[in-house]
């Protein structure tokens, strides 16, 4: 079942993201971002990534994840390649993806790539426009299933 774009706008508002370049490991980036931006990444479930090779397979991507309570804003840190294949084939000069889920009416996520910019331990951090990634099927079902995942929890 594909999820489409207005589905998927019907649920969430579309995310805001940052490619990241750095020649890090992925926890190590994770407590770069964290001591930049004041925030508490934490390792999470792997993201996974249908693919369709000559045989269906999945990609597994490694994910950090935060949450801002106050304002209702989820912040995933995502590796942009997985054990197969890209996360966004469009996007493969970045080597991770940070992502700010929910209606950020305070800016954080400019702020957040701001204080990005002056790590020196970042090589760059470009933000772009959700709507222009081609394939976004993946990231909607897992932002979506993040999302019933998150909810779920709150009920505990």
């Given amino acids: ?51 369709n090779l000559p045989l269906k397979t999945t990609s597994f991507h490694q994910h950090y994840f935060d949450t801002f309570e106050d304002v209702e804003l989820n912040w995933h840190l995502l590796r942009n390649k997985g054990n197969e ?3 966004f084939q469009s996007k493969p000069l970045f080597d991770f993806m940070l992502i700010c889920n929910g209606d950020d009416i305070y800016g954080y996520f400019e702020k957040a790539v701001a204080a990005l910019k002056q790590n020196s331990k970042i090589e760059f951090v470009h ?14 079902k897992n932002i979506l299933k993040t999302k019933l995942y998150i909810e779920d929890l709150s009920h505990v």
Wanted: net charge positive; glycine share 2%; charged share 20%.
């Fill in 1 to 51: 079942m594909k999820l489409s774009q207005k589905d998927f706008n019907s649920v969430i508002i579309p995310p805001k993201i940052a490619g990241i370049k750095a020649n890090l490991p992925m926890y190590h980036l994770a407590w770069q971002i964290n001591r930049s931006f004041n925030m508490d990444l934490v390792c999470s479930l792997d993201w996974e990534k249908e693919i």
């Fill in 85 to 87: 294949t890209w996360f």
């Fill in 127 to 140: 933000p772009f426009d959700f709507s222009l990634i081609k394939s976004k099927d993946a990231f909607f």
